[in-house]
Structure formats: structure tokens, C-alpha cells
Nanobody, 123 residues
Framework: VQLQACGGGLVQAGDSLRLSCAAS????????MGWFRRTPGKEREFVAA????????FYADSVKGRFAISRDNAKNTVYLQMNSLKPEDTAVYYC?????????????????WGQGTLVTVSS
């Protein structure tokens, strides 16, 4: 399985940005796609996840109400729509795939990772 993330960039506080992550290769019929982020000196942090089959979602409290995760089954792509961005959202964002339909939030529970895309939010 390969994950290709894109969509990062430099925006101002209050702006919106959409990240995409395309998955290729063979996966199980039930899996979870998630987004994580990391800032220098910090551990990778869970942002959001979606169950691919049923579409159920889960968000970190810090992004709830501002970010939305969605999927396009036909394109094998997961999106992260980020609205009302804040400077503290600045990070490298990673998409990840978990070979199970149960949403977990720990990075160790994900089996495959994309390369990361940088999001910078200026104040």
C-alpha cells in the first residue's frame, strides 16, 4: 500500500485548505484512513480518521468543528478539509492507513504512512 498526500501550503489565519491522500495497492475490505500532524519537538498527533466502509468519523478535540474528513471511494482518496485555520495548526500533516475497520488514534496502530505535507498558518 502506498499513500500519497498533497495539498499543503502557506495560508493566513482564518483561511481554509484541503489536503488529499490517494491510496494505491491492495488493502483489506475494511480499513481506516487517518490524518496526523507533527510539529518540531512534539510527538505525532492524531487529527481525524474515517472508517472507509461505513464512513464513520472521529476527530481530535482541537479540530472538531473546524476540520472535516471525507472519502471518495472511486478515487481511493481521503480528504481533510481544514477551515478557520489557526497558527497552532501549523505542522507537517500525514495520512495513514490502519488495516482494521476500528478507529484508533495512536500512531502505532496504523500500518502505512504517507510522506507528509507541510501546512503553515501565519497570524
Amino acid at each position: 500500500v502506498q499513500l500519497q498526500a498533497c495539498g499543503g501550503g502557506l495560508v493566513q489565519a482564518g483561511d481554509s485548505l484541503r489536503l488529499s491522500c490517494a491510496a494505491s495497492g491492495r488493502t483489506s475490505s475494511s480499513y481506516v484512513m487517518g490524518w496526523f500532524r507533527r510539529t518540531p519537538g512534539k510527538e505525532r498527533e492524531f487529527v481525524a480518521a474515517i472508517n472507509w466502509r461505513g464512513g464513520s468519523t472521529f476527530y481530535a478535540d482541537s479540530v472538531k468543528g473546524r476540520f472535516a474528513i471525507s472519502r471518495d471511494n472511486a478515487k481511493n482518496t481521503v480528504y481533510l478539509q481544514m477551515n478557520s485555520l489557526k497558527p497552532e495548526d501549523t505542522a507537517v500533516y500525514y495520512c495513514a492507513l490502519r488495516l482494521s475497520g476500528v478507529i484508533f488514534t495512536a500512531p502505532r496502530d496504523y500500518n502505512y504512512w504517507g510522506q507528509g505535507t507541510l501546512v503553515t498558518v501565519s497570524s
